[in-house]
């Protein structure tokens, strides 16, 4: 199994948003705002090259919306998905699989193209099937108020009419499910239904891909929970039971949206579990 990060774009989000109800003097610390209040993020993926599979989790907001769009989200940096892919010597036809960690727009944007004659929507992984599951594509596609504008439907509906779009199990218990592409998944509820954070075993160790159950060093604090989260005490349990088992077995939490730190470890502390080491990537990919 060879692992390659792929930096899908950077963004900035206010950082209000970003840190719920914690007061602004204490998350500055670890994500410094700029003069408009708003902070460094990314939109940092995952490639899994195993055997003749290349499985891509999650893939950036993508390049189809208007300029108005992205003026939301004040792009930075030179990186891009179909770069980033380049880098390693792949193109957007040889990714066999696209797994979803959730549907908003900033983690599935990627996974829709406009055709052509520019009269429509295509898949951009033309030979791809796209991962969820059942109770999280129903909640994607009759959303709620709250998400409705996270959920796109142009990222969303033209997995499903292509016919490229597949569907993980969900375990009935709060368990690890193996999923069919052979890893396991933490479902967990408090961001957005049935979110799947992926649990990758590569050379001894777990690489926990975190989505938005962790977007950055700064939220590891229970408390520090985003104000996009739908059920924020939920997350707040769904942390605790996760990050002490990420303490207790020494994951290695790949950080999706930090745009600083790539992978941290975790330990058992009287304030609770903080921050062991911070990682570089290419440490633990080489």
Not at 191 to 208: N, V
């Amino acid at each position: 199994m060879n692992l390659y990060p792929i930096n899908a774009g950077n963004f900035k989000l206010d950082g209000g948003a970003m840190f719920g109800v914690v007061p602004k003097s204490l998350w500055q610390r670890t994500n410094p705002a700029d003069a408009n209040n708003m902070i460094d993020l990314t939109a940092r993926c995952l490639l899994i090259e195993e055997g003749n599979r290349l499985i891509l989790i999650d893939n950036g907001m993508g390049n189809k919306q208007s300029d108005k769009f992205y003026g939301y989200y004040h792009p930075w940096g030179d990186y891009s998905l179909s770069s980033s892919l380049k880098s390693y010597g792949f193109h957007e036809d040889d990714i066999t699989d696209v797994f979803m960690t959730h549907l908003h727009f900033d983690h599935c944007g990627g996974s829709i193209k406009r055709n052509k004659d520019n009269t429509g929507f295509e898949p951009a992984f033309k030979n791809a099937n796209f991962w969820s599951n059942k109770d999280h594509w129903k909640w994607a596609t009759q959303p709620n108020r709250r998400e409705k504008a996270s959920f796109l439907k142009e990222n969303i509906m033209p997995m499903e009419e292509s016919g490229q779009l597949k569907f993980t199990d969900i375990p009935e218990l709060d368990t690890l499910e193996n999923s069919k592409l052979g890893f396991d998944i933490f479902f967990a509820n408090g961001h957005t239904d049935k979110q799947m954070i992926p649990l990758i075993k590569y050379k001894g160790k777990t690489i926990a891909f975190m989505a938005d159950l962790l977007p950055t060093v700064g939220h590891l604090p229970l408390p520090f929970v985003m104000g996009y989260d739908t059920r924020p005490l939920l997350t707040l349990n769904e942390k605790e039971i996760f990050l002490n088992r990420a303490a207790d077995n020494n994951y290695y939490l790949f950080l999706e949206h930090d745009a600083h730190n790539e992978i941290i470890t975790v330990k058992h502390t009287e304030k609770g579990v903080r921050l062991k080491n911070t990682y570089t990537t290419e440490d633990i990919f080489k």
